[in-house]
């Protein structure tokens, strides 16, 4: 028999199989029979390319949904499915072939990136061994480790080719609209109220405000695609209209965060086109934060002052973004700041451990910060800032390395579109700088590095940063020897 029967024949044997398989489950309703091709295919996309199985998580991730909303639960532990499986698998892969390819990825873990990057996770398991809560720290860590490893490694290889990063790009948007198209549908059905906004988007993003954040994260890149694809006007044409749909979709989330952080993103990129010297730049936000601590006391009267709720009336809801009287959800905010601070000045070296903060936080609470959403049951989320999370549960030298991670990759990336003279790479590092900035401006408020949406978005454009600063040493390097 030839090899081309005996294919067919290895294709009848399984199919057979498998259909038996599905009849004896079946009746029992045992549903997750209907996966094994899935998973099959999952596992031997790396043996086709590697690459298939890095841009099938991209693709995934704006479509993943929570095991418990499928009914389903993995050592009782939170997992979005079918990314958090496939990543786990991605990252024990990553690994492999960082230790085979050493050479290959070297100049990735030489890059300064990387290293603050390696020094935040090396503190992070410290910090997982001190725990208050072990168990939860280290399953924290593994989360974070499979987000960081086959997505920031994996793309700083493939995101040396240009293309690579529209794909990236591409491959995120094109299931994002459509969960947005989803979403704008359901909430027609509601008036575009803003009450209904918060769990419109279920069960694909958690609340409005990941899903705002994350379709201000692709704005700025799909804007940067629309620019540079000047030769193809039928594709023009289809990221204007991913471009309209996204708008669509920040409006009507109702995430004020969300809207306030992108538009300050832009501002920013304005002065950066307009060539503003580097060190009044880097020596704004400094000013700034030294404005608000000496007038502190007649903002705080001011801010107290506001009596404007959340609305469905844009301008409203913009304005109650500054209430902290009778807002609920701003008040709540306020009340998570404050319990993550007294965590803090009880254990100020090592933390409460990553991940905690949920489950530690109720007792901080004083009566008179509660409001009508306060929990003690560790299930109403966590301290509401990408900042203030470190600081409790990895303690002050957690929150300055990832304050020091932020700032340096922001910084870089600032520093290589003054240098850059390539009209494409300045556009891309525009978009990067745009969507870092108003994730972490938005990261003042919410915190979503512990899910797919954002870890995938966020890892992956530190990937773009670190690739783009690769492709530059190489071509000054090819320059030198020539």
């Not at 996204?246 to 501002?267: D, E, P």
């Not at 007792?363 to 509401?384: E, P, V, Y």
């Amino acid at each position: 028999m030839d090899i081309k029967g005996r294919n067919n024949l290895l294709v009848f044997f399984v199919s057979a199989i498998y259909l038996s398989l599905i009849a004896y489950f079946l009746p029992d309703e045992k549903y997750s029979i209907l996966l094994m091709p899935f998973i099959l295919g999952v596992i031997f996309l790396p043996f086709l390319n590697i690459k298939y199985l890095f841009y099938l998580v991209v693709f995934l991730t704006p479509l993943s949904v929570s095991l418990s909303d499928l009914g389903l639960f993995i050592l009782d532990t939170e997992m979005a499915f079918p990314t958090e499986p496939i990543l786990f698998g991605f990252m024990i892969l990553t690994i492999f072939q960082i230790s085979n390819n050493t050479s290959l990825f070297k100049p990735i873990l030489q890059h300064p990136i990387t290293f603050f990057m390696l020094i935040y996770l090396l503190w992070m398991f410290i910090t997982c061994i001190t725990s208050s809560m072990p168990l939860v720290s280290f399953k924290i860590l593994l989360t974070r480790l499979w987000y960081i490893l086959p997505i920031f490694f994996m793309g700083s290889i493939f995101f040396q080719k240009k293309t690579e990063m529209s794909k990236f790009i591409l491959l995120y948007t094109i299931p994002l609209v459509c969960v947005v198209l989803y979403t704008v549908l359901r909430h027609s059905s509601y008036f575009f109220d803003k009450e209904s906004a918060h769990y419109m988007m279920s069960p694909f993003f958690n609340d409005h405000t990941s899903y705002g954040g994350v379709i201000a994260f692709f704005l700025p890149f799909v804007f940067a695609l629309f620019w540079l694809k000047k030769e193809n006007n039928i594709f023009r044409m289809l990221l204007l209209f991913f471009l309209l749909i996204l708008i669509i979709g920040l409006i009507l989330s109702f995430t004020r965060a969300a809207w306030i952080s992108l538009f300050i993103s832009m501002l920013f990129a304005l002065l950066l086109k307009f060539q503003i010297n580097r060190k009044v730049l880097f020596c704004g936000p400094f000013l700034l934060i030294a404005f608000l601590f000496v007038f502190q006391s007649p903002i705080i009267d001011l801010l107290q002052s506001n009596r404007q709720d959340s609305s469905d009336n844009l301008i409203e809801h913009v304005t109650s973004i500054s209430n902290i009287s009778t807002d609920a959800s701003n008040m709540e905010r306020i009340n998570r700041w404050k319990c993550a601070l007294k965590m803090f000045i009880e254990k100020p070296y090592f933390g409460w451990g990553p991940g905690t903060y949920q489950f530690q936080y109720a007792r901080f609470q004083l009566s008179k910060d509660r409001t009508i959403i306060s929990s003690n049951s560790g299930d109403m989320g966590n301290a509401h800032s990408e900042y203030l999370g470190p600081l409790c549960e990895s303690g002050f030298i957690g929150f300055l390395l990832f304050i020091s991670l932020v700032l340096f990759t922001i910084i870089r990336a600032i520093n290589m579109y003054y240098e850059s003279s390539d009209n494409s790479k300045r556009i891309w590092l525009l978009a990067i700088i745009i969507a870092l900035m108003s994730y972490f401006i938005h990261g003042l408020f919410n915190n979503f590095l512990d899910t797919d949406k954002a870890s995938v978005a966020v890892w992956g454009s530190f990937a773009m940063l670190v690739a783009l600063d690769l492709m530059s040493h190489k071509k000054q390097s090819h320059s030198l020897s020539i």
